[in-house]
């Protein structure tokens, strides 16, 4: 029997595999479940008093679109950061602009200068993989296509790709039990991050070069330069952002396709289709499960009092898989006609990288099936699913 609880403890293998039945159960909990204090046994919010639970659709929506009542400064959560993250903790009116400044080189049209350089780089990762049979698709092209492409962006040395990512995984997968000891450990990691950004800041001191490191420190937000803080803040999001979403995004899509051999012939037979089976994976799969807001103010939804303070947890697969909200919810329909879904989260906040995002998955499912068209997962494994960011570090894969 599914269990609530496991919502955000240890969860059980098969519900982090396949969350949608424990979503539906926590809709059936009410608007906004109040999960008590960690220490009586509720969910570890980071700030003692436990978490507050929001899963259905309209409530999901209502909540990212009122930052002055849910905001997600820099009490939300604890990731190792030292002042707010730039634009992530910053509330209005400030956050639009730092947006103003970021929005331009994350268009799409920008987006689409990268293309050519993404595609050459996805097939340089999956053709050597062909005549192999089988491969870890998490460390051979999960891992480093999408991280590839960001650090060059950002202006970080890809040779250093690994350590990267083992500090990107330091915060958001911390080897920890309690709050404490996630708090003092992403301290420790996050110090090492902001160390590598204010390295590659001083270099662009000295010398700037084609990434968007010096773009940030020539640009100006309200007639002012960013500060060397501000770079960092800004850095510092990124380097969460971009080394770890797209990663797991490739983990669920392919470990979807994998186990759904009609639908992944459906993607071989006519590739014009992968945009919206990317759309669709993203609603179902919703690999950024939830997000945080902090309620700066006693407040309520539907009826449901929530104290000013509280870590309010915003179950986006929950509102994209919400039965009252989506037509057969729970059907995988890569001709879906309307998919207005929030994996890349709502309001002020929504992703700012998603074209960015979408183009790699595009180009990586693109390639890959044209590659690799038949593959399967080996028998009897069992898909270790990550939980918050839902990534698949033992994605096996043959053929
Ligand atoms: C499929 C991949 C991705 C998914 C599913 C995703 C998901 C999200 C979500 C759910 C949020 C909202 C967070 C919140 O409101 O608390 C967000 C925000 C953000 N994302 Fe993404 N993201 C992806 C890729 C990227 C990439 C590649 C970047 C590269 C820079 C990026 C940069 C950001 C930034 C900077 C924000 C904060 C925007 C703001 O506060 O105004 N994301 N993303």
Redesign the pocket.
């Known amino acids: 029997m599914t269990d609530l609880s496991t919502m955000g403890g240890d969860a059980d293998p098969k519900d982090l595999a396949n969350p949608q039945p424990l979503y539906r159960l926590l809709r059936e909990a009410g608007p906004a479940v109040d999960m008590g204090p960690a220490d009586e046994g509720g969910l570890d919010s980071g700030s003692g008093d436990g978490l507050v639970i929001v899963g259905g659709n309209d409530d999901v929506r209502h909540v ?1 679109a009122h930052p002055d009542v849910f905001s ?1 400064g820099i009490d939300a959560v604890a990731i190792g950061q030292v002042r707010p993250l730039i ?2 903790q ?1 509330d209005p009116p400030q ?1 639009k602009h ?2 103003r400044l ?1 929005d331009p080189i ?1 268009a799409p049209r920008q987006v689409a200068t990268l293309e050519d350089q993404t595609r050459a780089l996805a097939r340089g990762l999956i053709e050597p993989l062909v005549d192999q049979g089988g491969c870890q698709f998490h460390s051979s092209v999960a891992e480093p296509f ?1 991280t590839t492409v ?1 650090l060059q962006l950002l202006g970080l040395p890809v040779s250093r790709a690994r350590e990267f990512i083992d500090l990107k995984d330091g915060i958001i997968r911390p080897p920890v039990k309690t709050s404490e000891e996630r708090v003092a450990y992403t301290a420790e990691v996050g110090k090492e991050i902001y160390a590598v950004l204010q390295e590659a800041i001083d270099a662009r001191m000295e010398e700037r070069g084609e990434d968007f490191i010096s773009l940030f420190l020539d640009a100006e937000v309200d007639g002012h330069r960013l500060t060397n803080d501000d770079v960092l803040d800004i850095g510092y ?2 380097f969460l ?2 080394l770890d ?2 990663t ?2 490739l983990d669920c899509m392919l470990a979807y396709l994998a186990q759904h051999p009609e639908q992944r012939r459906r993607i071989v037979e006519d590739s014009t289709i992968i945009p919206q089976a990317i759309e669709e994976m ?1 609603r179902w799969e919703t ?2 499960q939830g ?3 902090v309620t700066t103010q006693d407040t309520e939804i539907r009826g449901c009092p929530i104290a000013e303070g509280r870590v309010v947890a915003v179950m ?1 697969g929950s509102a994209n898989t919400d039965d009252d909200a989506w037509p057969d919810a729970h059907d995988v329909d890569f001709d879906r006609a309307e998919n207005r879904h ?13 074209h ?3 183009m ?2 595009r180009v990586a499912l693109e390639e890959w099936h044209r590659l690799i068209p038949e593959y399967s997962l080996p028998d009897g494994i069992e898909l270790l699913y990550s939980q918050g960011l839902r990534s698949v570090d033992n994605l096996e894969l043959v053929w």
């Open positions: 990212l997600s634009p992530l910053i956050h730092y947006r970021l994350f999408p960001f999001l990124f952002a971009g979403t797209v797991a995004s993203l690999p950024v997000i945080v807001r986006l929030i994996a890349f989260g709502g309001g002020v906040h929504r992703c700012l990288g998603s960015l995002a979408r790699e998955l």
